[in-house]
């Protein structure tokens, strides 16, 4: 294996090593076949193997029970944006808990479809107007005719976390839970009980950009507006088994083997997606003991919410900024530079990043505190 630097990227983002070399060892011909995954017919049978395979792979990691379908699909978190609500917005009511920029921008499109309210806007209640805490569920204003609730459950630039997801019927509501789980899919559990639809782009926990993954309750199947692409419409998605349209095929093989590495995945005496979130736990953790335990960097995020994988931070001296970089840089540190919209650092630790690499990080932050402290 070649060594490579820690690459701290929110998104597209480090995939495991070994997946990676796996990929390159079957570029040119994927198991005898004579064919790259790339040049196979998504209705052949070895296409078929590997989907199945990673459907399989992806319902027994999350738990993900029999009355959800699974869909391998196209558009990106921003395109689902949009799936969404021409699918289960029936052109009513739709309630939106805003917790940062990712849910933000879900309200804006799905107001093209459906007759949006912000239920909640964390904004509002923080003085610097910034997504610092999620507001308690028994404060949102829910509506009893809502076609469904979005939350963003991690939002990668703010890194602002729901630690669990909130229980709607508990709070007398009865529609159903829609997700946006992009940035922190298959990093821990979800409670299906509580969730009708989940969408995550692949690529940061999953693969390469372009598969997009969408779970939703069988019984929200069907209820798409006429103007909703077919290839957008799940039932027809569902029908077809992903395959209505050309999937992503290469996306839905790399993303294959992400969940047979996670699946294997041991650490701290625990297997699979326990091992992986106990490691997560750990590494965010580390990072965070650090930026608390320092006078020169800060994390605002309020500490029950703050992400497991992406953890904004600034330097208070914002003048160091080029040189921490430049500095991280030469230490096998990559992609630190926090999102434009919010400045200063992020570091993005999803699941392919190794304790190791955290652990580099802390010491450089040390270090250049150090120095400039
Ligand atoms: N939702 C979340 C939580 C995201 O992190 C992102 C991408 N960073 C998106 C949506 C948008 O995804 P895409 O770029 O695939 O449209």
Not at 95 to 109: F, H, L, N, R, Y
Not at 213 to 224: F, K, Q, S, T, Y
Not at 317 to 340: I, S, T, V
């Amino acid at each position: 294996l070649v060594v490579r630097p820690f690459n701290f990227s929110a998104g597209p983002a480090a995939l495991p090593d070994e997946v990676l070399s796996q990929v390159a060892e079957e570029m040119l011909d994927w198991q005898g076949s004579g064919m790259s995954v790339m040049e196979m017919s998504h209705r052949g049978r070895e296409f078929i193997s590997i989907y199945e395979a990673a459907e399989a792979d992806l319902r027994d990691l999350l738990q993900v029970p029999s009355n959800f379908r699974i869909l391998f699909m196209q558009g990106g978190g921003l395109g689902e944006n949009a799936i969404v609500p021409l699918n289960l917005s029936r052109g009513g009511a739709v309630d939106v808990v805003v917790t940062g920029s990712w849910s933000k921008k879900s309200a804006g499109e799905a107001k093209r479809y459906a007759d949006v309210r912000i239920a909640a806007d964390a904004a509002s209640s923080s003085p610097e107007r910034r997504y610092l805490d999620i507001p308690a569920p028994s404060s949102w204003r829910l509506r009893p005719d809502a076609a469904y609730v979005h939350v963003c459950t991690n939002e990668t630039i703010d890194g602002v976390e729901f630690q669990s997801l909130p229980d709607l019927r508990a709070l007398g509501c009865d529609a159903p839970l829609v997700i946006d789980f992009s940035s922190h899919v298959v990093s821990r559990p979800v409670d299906w009980r509580k969730v009708g639809a989940a969408f995550a782009g692949a690529q940061k926990n999953i693969g390469p950009a372009g598969l997009t993954l969408v779970i939703v309750r069988e019984d929200l199947l069907g209820r798409a507006l006429p103007i909703c692409p077919s290839a957008f419409d799940y039932k027809i998605v569902a029908e077809a088994e992903s395959m209505y349209n050309t999937p992503p095929t290469f996306g839905i093989y790399v993303a294959g083997l992400v969940f047979q590495w996670l699946k294997r995945f041991a650490y701290a005496g625990r297997t699979g997606l326990a091992a992986i979130e106990q490691r997560n736990i750990d590494k965010a953790a580390l990072l965070y003991a650090t930026l608390d335990g320092s006078s020169l960097y800060e994390n605002r995020v309020a500490t029950p919410c703050r992400s497991r994988m992406n953890v904004p931070f600034f330097l208070r001296d914002e003048r160091l900024n080029d040189a921490f970089l430049a500095g991280a840089r030469e230490r096998g540190l990559l992609q630190l530079k926090g999102h434009k919209s919010v400045g200063g650092m992020r570091a993005s630790i999803y699941n392919a990043m190794p304790l190791e690499g955290v652990q580099a990080l802390v010491s450089y932050l040390k270090d250049f505190e150090t120095q400039h402290g």
